[in-house]
């Protein structure tokens, strides 16, 4: 017996580049798994390969070429599928080493 199918929601976008109309599907925890150990790696190569390869996986759009897209389409693709699939607030931290507190007393 096969596994079921997991319905997921599908959305639309424009390309700023084409103004072509895309479909695409919120990220999975395999997609996620495949960023998390790209992110672990810290090789910058394997980390644009894996958003490539989430972006290809989440787009429905048949004709759509990932690999010749411009690199801001790319990056708008994947703010979007990160909006649509973890949420669109990220808590950020910054810790600046530059700044030396002996200079920051008054």
């Known amino acids: 017996m096969p596994l079921p199918k997991i319905a997921t929601p599908t959305y639309e976008l424009e390309l ?3 103004g072509q109309t895309v479909q695409y599907r919120p990220f999975l925890v ?3 798994k495949i960023l998390i150990i790209a ?3 810290k090789d910058v190569g394997q980390i644009t390969s894996a958003v490539k ?3 290809s996986d989440c787009i429905l ?3 759509l ?3 010749e897209l411009p690199i801001f389409d790319i990056e708008y693709l994947f703010l979007k599928l990160r909006s649509k699939s973890v949420g669109e607030t990220v808590e950020v931290s910054v ?3 530059a700044v030396s507190y002996t ?3 008054a």
Request: net charge negative; glycine share 0%; hydrophobic share 20%.
């Open 61 to 63: 759009t048949k004709d």
């Open 16 to 18: 700023p580049s084409t």
């Open 95 to 97: 810790t600046c080493e």
């Open 30 to 32: 395999k997609e996620e």
């Open 39 to 41: 992110l672990e790696s």
């Open 103 to 105: 200079h920051l007393r």
């Open 65 to 67: 070429k990932v690999q």
């Open 53 to 55: 390869q989430v972006i």
